[in-house]
């Protein structure tokens, strides 16, 4: 529900999930109602909790109304947010890769829209230090994408399955970083590492005009002399940015959209 050590909390997965987990499921009907709360729509509940103020009354406010006091581990995760606090330390982790002597062959597949992918690419350079054996796909995928992953799903899983229980030479070996490349040039691309040795960092600024405009420096763009100054913004909670798509627990608004009604 955060960011690695960012402290930043993904309100929309951490709510729209206690909404359907902790109340929906919970009740006899719940989820006919979630078909048209959650999955093909935003119920009033989740509109409400979005926009209240402070976030960690929207338990008992509007995500479990049913509640008579606070979800404890809901106002755990607010009070402890960087995941560094002594709250954290005695807390099991699914898998503790840090901990496992052996590991044996590993094959991750994940979505580039999908709010795991993050945590799968941390476990896979932690996987790597453990084992020579560890692959990694990444397509174009939301949490969402059910049916349209599923080619690319199963045929790295019967590849990868048939090379290593069935011993094929003549299956053709996974590499081991296979991701659907983003932007002008789509398509997969095969690397021997994640991140990707052939990559460079830039950084990427604004810097104000003389007539107050701003305009965005790109890549390896020089700040010209004369004009380097702090640029800010007023950002209002009240009037938050709309998300279009992206890595959401919205199954109608998640994955790949097109943004140019809202830019």
Known sequence: FYGRQSGAAHVELLFRWTYLVIHLMS?????????????CGTGQALKNAYMHSPLNEADTKFLVPTLSQPLEWFQSLF?????????WTDKKKCVDISRLDR???VLLFCGWYDFFCSEQLHDYKDLCKKS??????IGP???????????????SLFDFFDSH???????KTIAPVQVYSMGHAMGWREMDSWPPSDITAAKYGLEEEEDGSLVLLGGFQKRREGLEKKVSYSYDPAYPTPNIGGATFNPTNCGR???????
């Not at 009740?27 to 999955?39: D, E, S």
């Not at 009070?79 to 709250?87: K, M, Q, W």
């Not at 969402?144 to 690319?152: A, D, I, R, T």
């Not at 229980?165 to 299956?171: A, M």
Request: with cysteine; net charge positive.
């Open 165 to 171: 229980l069935l011993k094929d030479s003549f299956v």
């Open 141 to 155: 995928y939301s949490h969402w994408s059910v049916l349209s992953m599923q080619p690319k799903l199963f045929r």
């Open 103 to 105: 590991v044996p062959s």
């Open 132 to 137: 020579k054996d560890c692959r990694i796909v």
């Open 79 to 87: 009070d402890n947010s960087l995941g560094t606090e002594v709250f």
């Open 27 to 39: 009740k006899p009907l719940g989820m006919v109602q979630a078909i048209f709360t959650f999955f």
């Open 257 to 263: 959209h097109i943004q140019n009604q809202m830019e």
